[in-house]
């Protein structure tokens, strides 16, 4: 018997209480139960996002939050930058392209960030730009980008700043309302410690005044319409109300740890992870790692799909591949959100039999070893 793991930076596992909750009968969604559990759930988010401004709930992926950003804010051929650091970079590009947004792309190498310099030149070369998209947590190679910086540039201008946070919230410090950010988006199956089927968007007065102007382009995602349910609280459309009552479980298990716990906890996972690859002779692929996840670059002679499949297989741990072009690259360990040192360190040690199968020279434990030190040193 082999327990099946799941490592896949999203979807994450999920808390025992929220699943019981996800077990219970189907009921009604417009009752005053059900706008309590909204409250507490929309109450909840503006802790994780660490904002005072309403975080809507979207019945969606995460990219339907993200959809949602650009169709609400821009109109045909106004310009904003993109800065893309990897795949969900390239997802904010496929939507701007398919709203007719003039697009100014400043693009990293994979695994690379990008300096806020960069975007200062931009800015400068391009006063006209009406927002800035970006991405906290690059998924696609462990990249964290320095939202922060971003922020003081942006507010400085009239743009606003769009960040895709879908796999750092609630995993990494991100702090919507002093980094200035005017939309931020996630969804529930990443830090949120939920399946995947919810997105959460909250926007800025500067973005709510933007959104005065009509530019929105959608229907099912106008942003206004949200807004205007509030009061109930409620929702325009049938919420996906399984989800939310059981994202109330999880949103309660992080607001009891507390944000700037949570951001710590993961903060060491990020820290022993990386020791631990690098004392197994292994290299990490991101140039400014986050602490949601870890990517490790599959070293020379290696074949990176077949120590996927044997993690699987052998020892029931589901990594990720990299995506595209990167696929057989890189491996990507998720350690974000229900997840603790004694979850890793067991995949650590399944890498390291694993590895060592496949012929890779390295000494038995010394991952398990530098993993255990950085813990130790915490307590
Ligand atoms: C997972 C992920 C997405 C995609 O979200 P969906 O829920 O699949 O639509 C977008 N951006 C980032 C950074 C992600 O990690």
Same mark, same amino acid.
């Given at each position: 018997m082999i327990k099946q793991r799941l490592f896949t930076p999203g979807?994450?596992?999920?808390?025992?209480? &929220?699943?019981?909750? *996800? #077990?219970?009968?189907?009921t009604y969604h417009r009752t005053a139960e059900q706008r309590q559990i909204l409250t507490e759930v929309m109450e909840n988010l503006q802790y994780v996002f660490q904002t005072?401004?309403?975080?809507?709930?979207?019945?969606?992926?995460?990219?339907?939050?993200?959809?949602?950003?650009?169709?609400?804010?821009?109109?045909?051929?106004?310009?904003?930058i993109l800065l893309c650091a990897g795949r969900w970079g390239e997802r904010w590009r496929g939507i701007l392209k398919a709203f007719g947004t003039n697009l100014i792309s400043i693009d990293a190498e994979y695994g690379k960030a990008i300096p806020p310099e960069q975007l200062e030149k931009a800015l400068k070369e391009h006063p006209d730009t009406v927002a800035v998209f970006t991405t906290l947590n690059e998924t696609s190679t462990g990249v964290a980008l320095d939202i922060e910086?971003?922020?003081?540039?942006?507010?400085? &201008?009239?743009?606003? *700043? #769009?960040?895709?946070?879908?796999?750092?919230?609630?995993a990494m410090e991100c702090r919507t309302d002093d980094w200035k950010i005017d939309l931020c988006v996630t969804g529930s199956q990443k830090a949120l410690m939920m399946p995947?089927?919810?997105?959460?968007v909250t926007a800025s007065e500067k973005a709510w005044q933007r959104m005065e102007t009509p530019a929105n382009r959608s229907f099912y995602f106008d942003l206004k319409r949200y807004k205007a349910k509030l009061n109930e609280p409620d929702t325009p459309f049938t919420p996906a109300n399984t989800l939310i009552k059981a994202q109330r479980i999880s949103l309660a298990k992080i607001k009891a740890e507390g944000i700037e716990k949570v951001w710590a906890r993961h903060l060491l996972l990020g820290k022993a992870t990386r020791a631990a690859i690098q004392a197994m002779g292994l290299s990490l692929f991101a140039e400014r790692p986050s602490n949601a996840l870890t990517v490790i670059t599959v070293p020379a002679g290696i074949d990176g799909n077949a120590v996927l499949s044997k993690m699987e297989k052998n020892y029931g741990y589901k990594l990720a591949n990299g995506q595209d072009n990167l696929k057989g690259k890189i491996w990507r360990l998720s350690h974000m959100g229900w997840c603790d040192p004694f979850?890793?360190?067991?995949?650590?040690?399944?890498?390291?039999?694993?590895?060592?199968?496949?012929?890779?020279?390295?000494t038995s434990g010394a991952g398990v070893a530098a993993f255990q030190k950085v813990i130790a040193g915490k307590q």
């Open positions: 979807p994450t596992p999920v808390p025992e209480e &929220t699943l019981l909750e *996800l #077990a219970r009968p189907v005072k401004n309403p975080v809507l709930v979207l019945t969606a992926s995460g990219t339907g939050g993200m959809e949602a950003c650009v169709s609400n804010t821009i109109a045909p051929g106004q310009k904003a910086s971003y922020g003081k540039l942006v507010a400085a &201008t009239p743009a606003l *700043l #769009a960040v895709d946070a879908i796999s750092g919230l609630g995947p089927g919810l997105a959460f979850d890793v360190i067991g995949a650590i040690s399944a890498l390291e039999l694993v590895l060592t199968d496949s012929g890779f020279p390295l």
